[in-house]
């Protein structure tokens, strides 16, 4: 690749708003054929719109699109393809009980009769899986398949289709450490071959890792173009967020006290008759964060949601000392909270916010029969507003308004206003899910602090992520959930991710190199139980 | 950022609504070669011209204020009440019931009697539904739909059978006594010194103004309306905060019942003194689009209440003054009907665009997203 080459990806001016919110302002971006390209940047600084705008889905207000050198317009994902242009999406757009192959045709049908397309996809399909190690078994169905494979499912259909350009959007999201590999090297296989890679990210390690050129975004706005070789994490994180930013959360060790939350047993069977829990037994201390790290879907929200008050479960519960109700009309989250257990759930827009509840109801959200916000048969609004008012200075949540609508917050201050409204309640046990989903950079190293403070406090956490750095880095204590079971307690001081990740595969024995087929069927596998 | 003010939400979309669908009626009228300036004036003095118009318009609009306020508090829930026309039926044998058990000495002693038969009949018949839909998941809408029937049915065999005045024809339940007879509209100015023409219009309408505050207070200033609230927004939600699902879904399918049972305090104790067999003449339909329009907030409420009044009078006016034909009348409150409640959408979306186009740059600050 040389800098006379003609860009393989050029934009010019792109503008587009929604209403009175910019989400693009004047991009222009250049990417080089046969390069990995990483556009970087917190959530709603406009990744997602542009690549929208690329793919078809929305038409700049301003700006040109130049493919291969020639200006082209992109009205409808039709003319993406025409163009080139492949998208794989965050959520995979396929057909569940379709197989592989016809849902790599989908689409895509040469003439009335399906034969001929098959006949013709399975060829191709074996070609592309020896060439860039994209091996699918063509004839499964998707609903069999773990999410690695669904994706490159998706990668195989935008290659069949004839791509150059592949944009993935946050592809790394739902895979394991040793899937996030494997896809590296399918996307350096492509590359070889000529085509040109656009990664949309919010992980600085992946940038790092894969990438030739990455673009900033901050604000709707394209803020640098950098060579990969010549930046640094620390660098990227402050031009995505503007100013200087903690990558590492700074914490003392724990002091860790009585056994406050002691689990044995735990089992929970799904409306399917599916066991989605297969006896989970753990404990946690007062004065220490205990992390679940695990592929999503392996247990970890049922655990959650069980210890939280909102599923039934079998097995023992119990909370300093005693046991809690695990089935009966004791068993609501009211009660749980009653008892000191806080929740900050892990899908704070379904569970953990009324999005349309102004920010001071959300605010008395599961506390709203506490006597301080009770006058008699009423309840005391005003006394709600008030208190909303001292957390929303406190924990830094904007803009402060409470009367503002919590649909209208950005994902990092909903998720403020959930950690203020559990953390202030000042649990003995902070359940907390996904702390960090969605959140932007500033506000993660925010939230981070809190739940430490709280750690230091002598309280108790149960910290459910799937992102392993932030695992690594927040907790004193790590177990690996896999398939509804724990696979074993590790300390951050003695483990990596790659025996996490192992781990996270439903491997053990991490002693060994398991191999890539190995994990990909003990994924698979999970993948078919758990859903 | 809400798409637009708070006002355009509430009054200027329900008026172009309204507006259109006057249009639409006027070229309705206009193509049955009547002049549509002339009975859209009749309709309006009809309604609101005189002490006799706001008399019926106003006992129209007490109906519908009940049967709308009962759709809208389980519109909060997201339950979608349909069955106000069986529950004001079971009301008003609620109300029969309580009007025919005793000799009662006065209304000031028959009226809170009353209203409690109305309230628990028309809440006992929604609990069936609300149960189904709790704890076996049988949609709402389905069984409250069928239980109108079933509740039109039962109300035919007893006003056939046990309740039938002795030797009497009519499908139909003796007078209720004297001392039940609610005070109307004319009474009390009387007592004043003012004159009012002689209607319907009684004190019920006073009990549907309290109905419609005590349902605001309930929805905006208790824990209860607080939980109904939350659980019709996100049952996940509602379950994370300990909301119980079926507790909610009984108490608000209970209270909307309940008031849809208490339309029979003004229809049967106010106006027809017996009980009849089709008494509730569509009200707990009229509720659904009322409920609409007035966005499920009790003042929305009260002044779509009034205007389905006004329209349901008018329209009666413009019947009787004018070869317009009674279907025509049908047709009309159809349209408000249709353009208030079901093609609401289609004057939101282009009105959120235009205020978000004339909207000024966003402050700095507002995140993007």
């Known amino acids: 690749m040389s800098d006379g080459a003609v860009p393989a990806i050029e934009l010019k001016g792109i503008s587009k708003a929604f209403g009175p919110v910019k989400a693009n302002k004047d991009i222009t971006m250049r990417v080089m054929p046969g390069t990995i390209h990483g556009i970087i940047g917190e959530n709603g600084a406009g990744k997602s719109t542009l690549m929208s705008i690329l793919y078809g889905f929305y038409k700049a207000d301003a700006g040109e699109i130049f493919i291969a050198g020639t200006r082209t317009e992109i009205p409808d994902s039709q003319a993406a393809i025409a163009a080139g242009i492949g998208m ?37 399909l074996k070609d592309l899986s020896d060439e860039y190690e994209l091996h699918v078994d063509p004839d499964a169905l998707i609903q069999d398949l773990g999410v690695g494979m669904q994706q490159r499912v998706e990668i195989l259909k935008a290659l069949y289709r004839q791509a150059d350009i592949l944009i993935l959007d946050e592809p790394t999201g739902v895979l394991t450490p040793a899937e996030a590999d494997h896809l590296f090297r399918i996307l350096e296989g492509l590359k070889r071959e000529g085509k040109t890679i656009v990664l949309i990210t919010h992980k600085l390690r992946e940038i790092m890792e894969i990438t030739d050129t990455v673009s900033v975004m901050r604000r709707g706005e394209m803020t640098a173009t950098v060579k990969t070789e010549g930046t640094s994490p620390e660098e990227l994180a402050e031009l995505m967020v503007g100013r200087k930013v903690l990558l590492r959360v700074d914490k003392k060790p724990a002091q860790p006290g009585e056994t406050v939350l002691e689990v044995e047993n735990l089992r929970v069977v799904d409306d399917k008759k599916v066991e989605r829990l297969r006896g989970i037994s753990l404990h946690v201390q007062a004065g220490e964060i205990l992390g679940i790290a695990g592929v999503a879907g392996n247990g970890q929200s049922e655990l959650l949601e069980v210890l939280g008050g909102m599923q039934r479960a079998t097995g023992s519960v119990r909370i300093n000392g005693q046991e809690i109700d695990l089935t009966g009309t004791k068993s609501d989250a009211r009660t749980r909270r009653a008892r000191g257990i806080a929740h900050v759930p892990e899908d704070r827009q379904r569970e953990g916010l009324i999005m349309d509840f102004h920010a001071w109801e959300n605010m008395a959200f599961g506390y709203h029969d506490a006597d301080a916000y009770n006058r008699g048969l009423l309840m005391d609004n005003a006394e709600i507003r008030r208190d909303t008012e001292a957390k929303i200075e406190k924990f830094d949540i904007r803009p402060a308004n409470c009367w503002q609508t919590a649909k209208n917050f950005s994902g990092g201050n909903q998720q403020k206003i959930v ?95 398991p191999t890539a087929k190995e994990v990909a069927e003990n994924l698979a596998q999970s993948a078919g139980a758990v859903r | 950022m809400d798409k637009m003010p708070k006002w355009a939400d509430i009054a200027l979309v329900p008026l172009i609504n309204l507006l259109l669908a006057l249009i639409v009626s006027g070229l309705v009228v206009l193509s049955i070669g009547e002049d549509p300036v002339e009975a859209m004036q009749i309709m309006v003095r009809g309604a609101v011209g005189s002490t006799y118009g706001w008399g019926y318009t106003l006992f129209y609009a007490t109906n519908f204020i009940f049967t709308g306020l009962a759709v809208a508090v389980a519109f909060h829930a997201r339950l979608f009440n349909i069955g106000g026309e069986g529950q004001a039926q079971l009301g008003a044998l609620g109300v029969g019931l309580v009007c025919l058990a005793l000799p009662w000495p006065h209304w000031i002693l028959a009226l809170p009697f009353a209203i409690l038969g109305g309230a628990l009949f028309g809440a006992a018949w929604a609990s069936i539904p609300a149960y189904l839909q709790a704890r076996r998941g049988s949609h709402i809408v389905i069984t409250t739909i069928m239980f109108n029937f079933i509740a039109s049915a039962l109300l035919v065999y007893l006003l056939v059978g046990p309740l039938k005045v002795p030797g009497s024809m009519a499908p139909e339940t003796a007078r209720f006594p004297e001392g039940t007879f609610l005070p109307t509209a004319r009474e ?22 309290i109905a419609a505050f005590g349902v605001w207070l309930l929805m905006w200033r208790t824990r209860l309306g607080y939980e109904i609230r939350a659980f019709g927004h996100s049952e996940s939600a509602a379950v994370y905060a300990g909301i119980n699902p079926f507790r909610i879904t009984m108490i608000t399918m209970l209270i909307s019942g309940g008031l849809a049972g208490l339309m029979a305090v003004n229809a049967v104790m106010g106006e027809q003194q017996r009980l009849l067999q089709d008494n509730v003449l569509g009200a707990g339909f009229v509720g659904i689009a009322v409920a609409l329009m007035g966005r499920s907030h009790p003042v929305g409420v009260l002044l779509a209440a009034v205007l389905f009044g006004a329209l349901y009078q008018g329209g009666a006016e413009l019947e009787f003054e004018t070869s317009v034909p009674r279907e025509m009348i049908v047709v009309i409150q159809a349209l408000v009907i249709l353009f208030t409640g079901a093609l609401d959408g289609m004057v939101r979306g282009p009105l959120e665009k235009a205020f978000l186009r004339f909207r000024k740059q966003p402050k700095p600050g507002v995140p993007a997203e």
Request: glycine share 8%.
């Open chain 1, 419 to 513: 950690i203020a409204r559990e953390l202030e309640r000042n649990p003995d046990l902070l359940l907390v899910g996904q702390p960090t989903r969605g959140v932007d950079i500033g506000a993660i190293e925010f939230i981070h602090q809190q739940i430490v403070a709280l750690r230091d406090a002598g309280k108790a956490v149960l910290l459910v992520s799937v992102e392993l750095d932030e695992i690594l880095s927040l907790s004193d204590r790590i177990a690996v959930m896999f398939d509804g079971r724990i696979m074993g307690e590790r300390l951050p001081s003695e483990t990596d991710e790659r025996e996490l990740g192992l781990m996270m595969a439903g491997i053990t024995d991490t002693d060994r190199q």
């Open chain 1, 88 to 124: 794989v999406f965050q959520h995979f757009k396929l057909v569940e009980n379709f197989t592989v192959l016809e849902n790599v045709v989908l689409g895509a049908e040469e003439g009335a009769l399906l034969r001929p397309s098959l006949a013709k996809a399975r060829k191709l």
């Open chain 2, 188 to 209: 009390v100015f009387g007592w004043v010194g003012l004159t009012f023409a002689r209607t319907p219009l009684n004190v019920s309408f006073v009990v549907g103004l």
